[in-house]
């Protein structure tokens, strides 16, 4: 809920006046457990502070002042990540052990997908898994996964 509640703060931001649109977005894509993560948003929402200009702070140029850099363009993907098998080249790999709750916390936090939760309880795709062991910090259980180096 920590997410929402940045969001909240990120609405108080850009829409001052408007707090029940991010409400109203809550809604829609939660459902019926939507309630918490309203709250969660609004309370980010009350607690979002501007800061304000100090008289020691230096000011920033305006962009039309700032010097021309010329930046190398690069081209935009609309790949999707998941036909990319990014398995081949990871030199660690998650191993679960017994201990797995199968909560799904590694799930959420995964950047490839590449865990998911089955019947019989947490899967690991290898062929997408790239080692980066975000699993890891973020599972809740101790020792419930552990990184495996993967030998070539």
Known sequence: MGNVALLGA???????????????????????????????????YEHCVVQRRQTRDTAMPKPDAMPSVDRPRFPVSTTDSR??????????????????????????????????????????????????GICVDVCPVRDAIAMEEVVA
Not at 18 to 36: K, N, T, V, Y
Not at 103 to 108: D, P
């Open 10 to 44: 990120w609405s108080r931001r850009f829409l001052p006046d408007r707090p029940e649109l991010l409400e109203d977005a809550i809604r829609s894509r939660f459902g019926a457990g939507a309630e918490r993560n309203v709250l969660a948003a609004r309370e980010g």
């Open 83 to 132: 036909t990319i098998s990014t398995g081949a080249w990871s030199l660690e790999r998650p191993l679960l052990s017994y201990s797995c709750s199968a909560c799904g916390v590694c799930a959420l936090f995964c950047p490839e997908g590449a865990m998911s939760r089955t019947a019989g309880g947490m899967v690991v795709d290898y062929v997408h898994c790239k080692g980066c």
